[in-house]
């Protein structure tokens, strides 16, 4: 039980080596897919049970913005697309 508990308590984006992951906004993705003329199956994809993408809630359907430190860049940003895998 204890054990269980530790695991609910941990948030995986707390975690110095973890980016900073966000949910777009429904305006927020319409804006993606428009600017990149994509269509969702066209982005890198994400499992709802991943453990960053349920720290942040992410649901089938939602779109995942992950920010990265970079040397050369100075940030890098990457979307993921949520699935749920349940089969």
């Known amino acids: 039980m204890a054990e269980e508990q530790a695991k609910a308590e941990f948030n995986v984006?707390?975690?110095?080596?973890?980016?900073?992951?966000e949910l777009l906004s429904d305006d927020e993705v319409r804006d993606l897919y428009m600017s990149?003329?994509?269509?969702?199956?066209?982005?890198?994809k994400i499992l709802a049970s991943d453990p960053a993408a349920r720290a942040v809630g992410?649901?089938?359907g939602n779109v995942v913005r992950i920010r990265r430190k970079s040397k050369t860049a100075g940030e890098a940003i990457a979307f993921r697309y949520v699935i749920d895998y349940s089969n």
């Open 36 to 44: 990149y003329n994509i269509l969702p199956e066209q982005l890198p």
């Open 13 to 21: 984006l707390n975690h110095e080596l973890v980016p900073i992951h």
């Open 58 to 60: 992410g649901k089938n």
